[in-house]
């Protein structure tokens, strides 16, 4: 038989490809289901952990699991049907999970015609005693209009941080700016144009759900920050700009770039949007579950994640003698001192997304209104009364060991409370911890409040008259800390926008 020509090949190419298409079906022709916005794994806590994922259109959600990348005995989970409602994002509880291992894990949808291909995550499972191992925190994402800039690398802070190798990554709130408007470009007092990549609803304020879920999924559209959940856990908890800056319920907004003014009717739209975007644990209640939380981490740590704006009172002179003025609210108050009194973990760390021993006024002029705790004179008023209840309770309950991280004010910090420097009575000496912010502008020092008698033994700050630096200016900044497996010591450690150490100090457990 001749050899074929070109042409011969060539047409019978063309007749096998058009005979293929006759026969292909029509959902062949649909394009594969996509899983834009990566993985994410969070609260994990024990034996369990949730696992997030979206896809880009109505399907049913899967998890299987495995402690190695090879899947040779996975573990499947079927999730739920994702829909519009949800806005296509999805969670999956894993539980039975191996201690102090790594958990490797993937994610397809299904929608009965297609599978999407899988898309694989990890994180670690709390250790045995012993281990040496390192969680980080920081937080304030993409605030005062410096969103991602290609040219800058985007959220390059969030590879520093996946390069320390952290077990688990508390992000302490401001996980998105919703009255930040992120315009095409920042032009600078030096004349330098800082270039955001943004769109239409992003360069005006958030009011409705779609327009704070879009501000979670911008922020998840940064490559680094990404790859980061992919390979650790999260721990979420909100502030104040996820919803409008220092907002409490029941505020009406002096704000005129809104439509809608309520406060309260804000914040539930945004918190819909922060339990559909996050790896947080959910009751029955979904998106109305509760924040604050404990997770328990192996023997040495338990993590206690605060809400300091669900429950509490208006910004005012924060100066009241009376009870009444509050941060955490009567119930949250009373849980958490009972779960730190009934924790067996070598430290407790209170996730507190505002600073305790800064004054942070809600405004300017002489007497404005105060956002955090402190009111700039002791003995303890307004809000600080019942930080001062939880303080005593604790020392008369004999809980020690605790630590206290948090972000919000957007530069790095060390302070020292005792109460001999201080007018608030007795308490057990701690510790706070500020990092952040992770890509936002960068302000402070602001000053100290005396009343618990806290001392700076470190700030890393902007310089006099100075305030609102783009992150390209270097002072963005998480925090690592690490417990020693032979010493069960603890090591918090600042580190600057590339992961270089800024302050270190190591805290000896008292065993008590």
């Not at 011969?8 to 007749?15: C, E, K, P, T, Y």
């Not at 609260?43 to 952990?49: E, L, S, Y």
């Not at 299987?64 to 090879?70: C, F, I, K, V």
């Not at 997770?295 to 704006?309: A, C, M, N, Q, S």
Request: include cysteine; charged fraction near 25%.
């Amino acid at each position: 038989m001749p050899n074929p020509s070109r042409r011969d090949l060539l047409r019978g190419s063309a007749a096998a490809a058009a005979l293929a298409a006759c026969r292909r079906s029509p959902q062949a022709q649909v394009p594969r289901i996509a899983v834009p916005r990566g993985v994410q794994a969070g609260d994990v806590d024990g034996d369990t952990a949730v696992v997030w994922a979206q896809s880009d259109r109505p399907a049913r959600m899967r998890v299987e699991w495995d402690t190695s990348e090879r899947f040779a005995r996975p573990r499947r989970v079927d999730g739920p049907a994702v829909d519009a409602n949800g806005d296509l994002t999805g969670i999956v509880a894993l539980a039975g999970l191996p201690a102090g291992q790594t958990i490797v894990y993937r994610v397809v949808f299904e929608d009965g015609r297609d599978r999407s291909a899988p898309v694989v995550g990890r994180f670690v499972t709390p250790p045995a005693a012993g281990t040496t191992w390192r969680f980080a925190w920081s937080g304030d994402t993409c605030g005062q209009g410096w969103g991602r800039n290609p040219e800058f690398g985007g959220l390059r802070i969030f590879e520093a941080i996946r390069a320390a190798a952290p077990r688990f990554f508390l992000n302490s709130g401001d996980l998105i700016y919703g009255d930040n408007p992120i315009l095409p470009a920042v032009t600078l007092p030096d004349g330098r144009i800082w270039r955001n990549t943004t769109d239409e609803v992003l360069a005006r304020v958030a009011e409705s759900l779609a327009d704070f879920r879009h501000r979670f999924a911008y922020n998840l559209d940064d490559d680094h920050l990404r790859a980061l959940y992919a390979e650790c856990a999260q721990v979420v908890q909100w502030d104040d700009h996820e919803t409008h800056n220092n907002w409490y319920p029941g505020q009406t907004l002096a704000d005129d770039r809104y439509r809608e003014r309520d406060a309260s009717t804000l914040a539930a739209r945004a918190r819909q949007a922060f339990f559909d975007y996050t790896p947080i644990r959910r009751g029955p209640a979904g998106a109305g579950s509760p924040i604050q939380r404990v997770l328990r981490y192996g023997p040495d740590v338990e993590l206690f994640v605060l809400d300091l704006r669900s429950f509490r009172t208006a910004n005012d002179a924060n100066d009241r003698d009376a009870d009444g003025a509050v941060m955490l609210g009567g119930a949250q108050a009373r849980w958490l001192v009972d779960a730190l009194a009934g924790s067996r973990a070598t430290w407790k760390i209170v996730a507190s997304d505002q600073p305790l021993g800064v004054i942070i006024p809600d405004g300017d002029g002489a007497q404005p209104p105060q956002e955090g705790w402190g009111q700039g004179a002791g003995p303890p008023r307004g809000r600080e009364r019942e930080l001062a209840w939880v303080l005593r309770e604790l020392h008369r309950r004999g809980v020690a060991d605790v630590v206290w991280l948090t972000a919000d004010v957007h530069y790095a910090a060390a302070h020292h409370f005792d109460p001999a420097r201080g007018q608030a009575g007795d308490f057990t000496p701690f510790w706070e911890f500020i990092a952040g912010p992770l890509h936002a502008g960068t302000f402070g020092p602001n000053p100290l409040d005396p009343t618990f008698g806290p001392e700076a033994r470190f700030v890393w700050a902007p310089p006099p008259g100075t305030g609102n630096l783009a992150p390209w200016d270097g002072l963005q900044s998480f925090g690592t800390v690490e417990v020693d497996g032979a010493s069960r010591a603890l090591t918090v450690r600042l580190h600057g926008p590339a992961g270089e150490e800024k302050y270190a100090v190591t805290l000896p457990p008292t065993g008590r």
